[in-house]
T-cell receptor, first 114, second 111 residues
Framework: DAGVTQSPTHLIKTRGQQVTLRCSPK?????VSWYQQALGQGPQFIFQ???????QRGNFPDRFSGHQFPNYSSELNVNALLLGDSALYLC?????????????FGPGTRLTVL | SQQGEEDPQALSIQEGENATMNCSYK?????LQWYRQNSGRGLVHLIL?????REKHSGRLRVTLDTSKKSSSLLITASRAADTASYFC???????????FGAGTILRVKS
């Protein structure tokens, strides 16, 4: 049973560019959350998708957007990249939007903005 | 902004010793969870303790929760070099699975 997978592993972009990160949830999971982890910090919640809709959003600008597909996989898009967007982006999946279940995290995508 | 703070920021111990990490948070919570992260990669869930629980065990891990003090501790007994990692506490205020993480404790276990 595959866990949460993310692609790509690493990515280098320049300021002003746009980037798309991808996440496939663990088998059986229908809810996907995205987190940004800056170097030396804890992860910060970006947003969560359930039933192809954004259900919750953290304190991130509209440059950060996402999508969830019918197969529950998800994309995170960041427009007009800034140097400060350099971080590890983590995807987490869980079964059920309002459940008490454990979240499973993927290995992350390391984004570097030059 | 982050919900809580871990203490200490870094901890270095010898193999076989116990490691204790503390976490404080600011608001009421539904549950508190501890995660491990190796070398800046994905997070591994260690243990979840609900707000109506005071102590929980899982193998060499012992977690306590004091909601009156808004604090939690993670004890790793008989540490091993493989326990070297960053440890994060995360709180969930209500159903909905939005986790609010602290800044983490870096644990180094020397063999």
């Amino acid at each position: 049973d595959a866990g949460v997978t993310q692609s790509p592993t690493h990515l280098i972009k320049t300021r002003g560019q746009q980037v798309t990160l991808r996440c496939s949830p663990k088998s059986g999971h229908d809810t996907v959350s995205w987190y940004q982890q800056a170097l030396g910090q804890g992860p910060q919640f970006i947003f969560q998708y359930y039933e192809e809709e954004e259900r919750q959003r953290g304190n991130f600008p509209d440059r950060f957007s996402g999508h969830q597909f019918p197969n529950y996989s998800s994309e995170l898009n960041v427009n007009a990249l800034l140097l400060g967007d350099s971080a590890l982006y983590l995807c987490a999946s869980i079964w059920g939007f309002d459940s008490y279940n454990e979240q499973f995290f993927g290995p992350g995508t390391r984004l570097t903005v030059l | 902004s982050q919900q809580g703070e871990e203490d200490p920021q870094a901890l270095s111990i010898q193999e076989g010793e116990n490691a204790t990490m503390n976490c404080s948070y600011k608001t009421s919570i539904n549950n508190l969870q501890w995660y491990r992260q190796n070398s800046g990669r994905g997070l591994v869930h260690l243990i979840l303790i609900r707000s109506n629980e005071r102590e929980k065990h899982s193998g060499r891990l012992r977690v306590t929760l004091d909601t009156s003090k808004k604090s939690s501790s993670l004890l790793i007994t008989a540490s091993r070099a493989a326990d070297t990692a960053s440890y994060f506490c995360a709180t969930e205020r209500e159903y909905g699975n939005k986790l609010v993480f602290g800044a983490g404790t870096i644990l180094r276990v020397k063999s």
